[in-house]
C-alpha cells in the first residue's frame, strides 16, 4: 500500500509532533522531529512522511499532497486528537478509498473509545506501533496483525491481541535518512538547542516510575531496550556528512545516561567523531560519568527536576533526592556542561509554600535555562488514575490545552485551586529569569555571537507575549 505518515495541522504554532513528550504550544516556538512517524516510514518502502506544522501545512495543502495514497497513518494525542479525526475527515472526503490508522499514546490506552468516536478511522494500534503498521502497509489481512484494532465487517471492533514490545532495538532502521527525504531540518526549534538541531532515539523504555510521564506508562515501558553502540554511532556518523549545517545532536531516551557504561561508551565514540551533543539525564549520574561525556562532545543536559520538595518527589514516586541533585548539579556547572532544567507546577502535595519552595530551589541551583510545565494528567499514567479517584480533574480539561493549544491546569485540590497553579508558572518564570546575575549570562552569551543575539532577541519578544497572555488566560 503507497502510505502517507502525517503529522496533521492544529494549532496555530502547536508543538504536537510525533517527537514531542507533551504536546502543547510554548513559551517560545519550538518543534520537536516527528521521530515516531519517520520510524515508522524508515520501516515502509516508498512512503511520504508529512509534518504538517514545523512546515507551515495548512489542512488543505495537507489533502492535496495526500492524492494517491490508499493508507494514511496519523500520530495522535489527547490534545490534538479532534484535529487529527478532522484531518482524516478532510482526506477520506477527497480520496473514499484511503484506510487511515491513528498511532500513539492516546489511541494505545483507549483503542477501542477511538474507535467509536471517529468513524473516519480504520485501524488504531496499540502499545509499540512499528511493526503492526508495517505489515499493514505490506497489505496483510488486518486479522493476521498483532497489535491492530479495527472494524469487521459489521461494525463491530476487532483486536487482534498485544504485540510484543521490540527487544532487539537494532531490527529498526535509521530515522535520519527519512529526515533527509522528507524534512526541512531548518524548521525544527528548540530554544536550549543549537540550531539547527537534530534528535532521534537510542533506546526506548525507562526503569523510572515517576507517575506523570507519558510514554514508559503507555507505549515504551519500564525497560531501558537500547541500540548497540555501533548502530548509533553508525547513524551518527551518516547524519553528520548528510547534515553538514547541523550544529547538535540530540539524544531523546527517557534518561539516556541511566546506563552510564553505555552512555560513556557512546560518548567516546562520538568524541572521535567530533560531533557536538546533548541529551536527557536525571539528576544523579556521578562526576566521573560527566567528566567522561563532557570531554567526548556532550555540551547540554536536559534536567527533569520536577519539584524542589523532597515530598513531592516521593508523591510522584521520583526516585530522586535533593541533596544528590544539589550536587549534581554544582557538578555540571563546575564541568562546564549546560543544563536546562524542568519543573511542574501542580504535581500531588503541591501547596502554596511548596511552589515557593520549588522557585527558590530553581534560583539556587541556577541552571542556564529551565521550562516550567503544568501537571497534565494523561491518560493512561498514574496521575490520571490518581486524579479520577481523588477528584482532582475537572472534567472540561481533558485535552490539556485551551481552544489555543497552549497548557491548562486540569488539576484542582481542595487547597490549591487549579487557577492559582495555572498562574505560578508566570511566576516562576519572572522570578527566575528577571535577576540581575541571570540576565547579565544571558546578555553575555548574545554578545559572543551575532547568531545567538539575533535568536535571543526574537525568543524574547515570543516569551513577553507568553508572559502576557498567561496573565489573563484561565
Not at 490508522?101 to 502499545?127: C, E, H, I, M, Q
Not at 498483532?146 to 521490540?166: M, Q
Not at 533506546?203 to 548509533?232: A, I, M
Amino acid at each position: 500500500m503507497r502510505t502517507l505518515f502525517l503529522q496533521a495541522p492544529s494549532y496555530e504554532g502547536f508543538d504536537g509532533g510525533a517527537g514531542a513528550r507533551y504536546q502543547a504550544k510554548r513559551e517560545i516556538r519550538s518543534y520537536w522531529y516527528p521521530t515516531w512517524l519517520a520510524q515508522l516510514a524508515a520501516l515502509v518502502p516508498e512512503s511520504k512522511l508529512i509534518d504538517a506544522p514545523s512546515h507551515g501545512l495548512k489542512l488543505a495543502e495537507v489533502v492535496k499532497q495526500a492524492e494517491g495514497f490508499d493508507l494514511a497513518v496519523l500520530y495522535s494525542s489527547s490534545p490534538s486528537f479532534a484535529s487529527d479525526v478532522k484531518a482524516a475527515e478532510a482526506l477520506k472526503a477527497a480520496n473514499s478509498k484511503l484506510k487511515v490508522a491513528l498511532v500513539g499514546a492516546n489511541v494505545a490506552v483507549d483503542p477501542r473509545g477511538s474507535l467509536r468516536k471517529a468513524a473516519s478511522v480504520d485501524y488504531v494500534t496499540g502499545k509499540e506501533f512499528d511493526f503492526s503498521i508495517k505489515e499493514l502497509a505490506e497489505g496483510r489481512a488486518p486479522a493476521d496483525i498483532a497489535g491492530l484494532y479495527y472494524r469487521d465487517a459489521g461494525g463491530n471492533i476487532c483486536h487482534t491481541g498485544e504485540r510484543p514490545l521490540i527487544d532487539n532495538m537494532d531490527e529498526l532502521p535509521f530515522v535520519t535518512p527519512i529526515y533527509q527525504r522528507d524534512l526541512a531540518v531548518e524548521n525544527y526549534f528548540i530554544g536550549y538547542l543549537r540550531h539547527p538541531y537534530m534528535s532521534l532515539y537510542t533506546g526506548r523504555g525507562c526503569k523510572s516510575r515517576c507517575t506523570f510521564c507519558l510514554w514508559p506508562q503507555t507505549v515504551g515501558g519500564h525497560h531501558y531496550r537500547t541500540r548497540s553502540v555501533e548502530h548509533v554511532v553508525e547513524e551518527i556518523a551518516w547524519a553528520k556528512r548528510a547534515f553538514p549545517q547541523v550544529k547538535e545532536f540530540f539524544f531523546d531516551d527517557d534518561t539516556f545516561t541511566d546506563d552510564a557504561p553505555r552512555a560513556e561508551a557512546i560518548a567516546r565514540e562520538l568524541g572521535k567523531l567530533g560531533v557536538t551533543w546533548s541529551c536527557n539525564a536525571k539528576a544523579n549520574v556521578r562526576r566521573e560519568t560527566l567528566k567522561v561525556l563532557r570531554d567526548n562532545g556532550l555540551r547540554l543536559l536536559l534536567v527533569g527536576y520536577e519539584s524542589g520538595n523532597q515530598q513531592i518527589l516521593h508523591n510522584i514516586k521520583k526516585g530522586m533526592r535533593i541533596d544528590v541533585a544539589r550536587r549534581f548539579t554544582k557538578d555540571c556547572h563546575d564541568l562546564g556542561i549546560t543544563i536546562h532544567g524542568t519543573f511542574i507546577m501542580g504535581l500531588p502535595g503541591e501547596t502554596r509554600e511548596t511552589i515557593q519552595e520549588t522557585i527558590n530551589f530553581a534560583r539556587e541551583i541556577n541552571p542556564h535555562t529551565i521550562q516550567v510545565s503544568i501537571a497534565a494528567p494523561y491518560p493512561g499514567t498514574f496521575l490520571y488514575k490518581q486524579a479520577v479517584d481523588n477528584g482532582w480533574l475537572i472534567a472540561e480539561t481533558a485535552g490539556l490545552v485551551d481552544a489555543h493549544g497552549v497548557q491548562i491546569a486540569p488539576l484542582n485540590y481542595p487547597h490549591l485551586g487549579h487557577t492559582e497553579i495555572f498562574h505560578s508558572v508566570e511566576e516562576f518564570y519572572r522570578r527566575f529569569y528577571f535577576r540581575a546575575p541571570k540576565i547579565a549570562s544571558i546578555v553575555c552569551e548574545m554578545l559572543q555571537s551575532r547568531e545567538m543575539l539575533k535568536r535571543r532577541l526574537h525568543e524574547a519578544v515570543e516569551f513577553f507575549a507568553f508572559l502576557r497572555e498567561h496573565r489573563h488566560a484561565q
